[in-house]
């Protein structure tokens, strides 16, 4: 896909190390050691903080509780500056640690660590005759899942995880998922490896939400921090948004509504019915939304709105038709398989970037054969010979583990294929569009699967083990992946050497999963599972895996095609798109706009998105580059000011034991 030039490119921030004519700038051994322990304290407060506050602090792709803590190290950069000017942290050491925390946020939330803890154990709690959960109890390896002793405590609360029979009960799961998690990390860190050239330096992808660090840790006379634009755009988030903190304090105080509510749902006007296509049609005004957005491309902007009313008129269309409605069969019903087309939208994204990205794989790969790694030793990568041989140990251990646990191989090769394909959609996504968060397919690879090949063919055994992998395919805010990716662009982009950002990933990645698991389990054995004092969407959350397995296995249903064929529609128009882009420079629709139009992402981002690319069409047409360039400091302050109010009540209802107002997503 090529990119269109619709938007100038915003300047890239250079690193100390590249100002000053050296190499790229290592990873400081101060860095390191406050990574750790910053990262340790994030992945504490993430836990509690979501799992007991309900406060969203890790699901966002800019992610909230990394960048307030950047906020928080710039300041302590300000004040060292006068009082200790060696102790200052420089603009490298800032983004070691910004990737580091947004690595270790990303493992902590949702889709990771707290959908594995409550999963592993959730069959042995609710299997009953009557709900016929009990009949794949045999088909559990015992490897996987804690002890039968270790579960009454788990959900009734009331209890310390840190005692000799809990950690007993616990500690072959919690070493098995572990390593798993490590090696899944690693094989997207070793995809990500093989294609950061392509997508950075060929391609020259945009990374929206790489610039925000960048500019804000920009140091001298052109930092944004100095401009007073940036904070004209800071004040409009920290005015709006703790008035509407204070409206959830006190209703009597009135706000300005921002994000989707009843006041701003445009579909009451569109369609008085509540099961029309538009019913659910809101406006919204997320500051950080539109910040972000400024540096999305012209053409991804317009595909992501566009595409999203395109779905709903597609969906009005087969009410017309009479696909939907009392006289309409239960397939038909589900015409004109929008989940369906977005699964197979992101898996030919995958599948495009593979397939552009064709002659520097075939480089990379017979350099690693070749022994040929004296470039990347001069600038401080990742040589190609590891890269790949991790990818190829990681990729056998995932396939190993997940054959033991009970799925075949061509069904296990199959469902790996389309998950990494969607989820390096995904990732291109992000890399183009940005956006505050992105969900993946309503449809996922599990689902999918599960119907296209059907539940006859796969049988009990292999249902349950897939069962027990859904906990990273079911909410993608999570998936680390695109942070991985990013990481390696703010390396390229500020001069950092990319071994050290490696390092400084890996290490992060290692340290959450051990924290994360602890902190989980301390929480759930202290409240129990089945409290109401335990955020409910992720402790409940095996409900929704496991009422599939029975639904999957009661249905005894064979392959079914339309599920195929729906997928393959969303695919082939992704193809069709990307071929158009290549042909005429013109074409102004982007498949990424398509593949999100039937997620969660625009129902919340379609009003903001088109709000900046109208600005930034005019702007571009009357004002040119030299007048968009002057709107970045604006852009970046209504970022920053809506992360740092919101961070600031977030610590307020935790200090003071209630729930806040939650600025994003809802």
Known sequence: MM?????????????????????????SRRALLLGLVLCALSVLAAEYGEMLRGVELVTTSLMLLATFLLILLLGLNAILKRLAPRWRLSQADLLYL????????????????QFIVPMLSHIFRYATPENGLDRFLPFVPTWMVPQLSVIEAFYGGQASFFTSAHLRGWLTPMVTWSVFVFAFLGFM???????????????????????????????GPGSLLRQRLLWVGFLIPVVLQSLASLNHLYPSIPYLPLKPSSALNLGRLLAGDPSSPFANVTLAFYPLALGIAYFVQLDVLFSCWFFYWFARLEEMACVLLGFRGGGASARLAEMPYLNQQSLGAFVALGAVALWLARPHLRQVFGGALRGDEAGDRREGDVSSRIAVLGLAGCGIFLLAFCRLSGIPLPLLGLFFLIYFLTVLGLTRIRAEAGLPWAFGPNHPPHIFLAWAVGPANIGPRALTALTYFQWFDWDYRGVTMPFQMEGLKLASAAGLRGRDMVKAILVASGLAIVVAYLALLAIYYHHGAESATVESYRAQWAEMPFGLLRTWADSQAGADWAETAGGAAGAAVVFLLAWLRTRWLWWPFHPVGYALSATFTPEWLWCPLFVVWLVKLLLLRYGGIRLYRRGI??????????????????????????????????
């Open 189 to 219: 860190l070793c995809t990500n490896l093989l294609l950061r050239r392509q997508w950075i330096e060929r391609e020259r992808l945009t990374f929206p939400l790489v610039y925000f660090p960048l500019e804000l840790t920009r140091e």
């Open 98 to 113: 910004f990737v580091m925390l947004s690595i270790s946020g990303s493992i902590s939330g949702v889709g990771m660590m």
């Open 633 to 666: 400091p604006f852009a970046v302050g209504l970022i920053l000011g809506d992360y740092t109010v919101t961070a600031l009540w977030a610590v307020a209802g935790l200090a003071l034991g209630r729930t806040m107002y939650t600025t994003f997503p809802l």
């Open 3 to 27: 990119e269109h030039s619709h938007t100038p490119p915003v300047r890239s921030a250079d690193g100390p190390a590249a100002q000053r004519g050296e190499g790229p700038a290592p990873l």
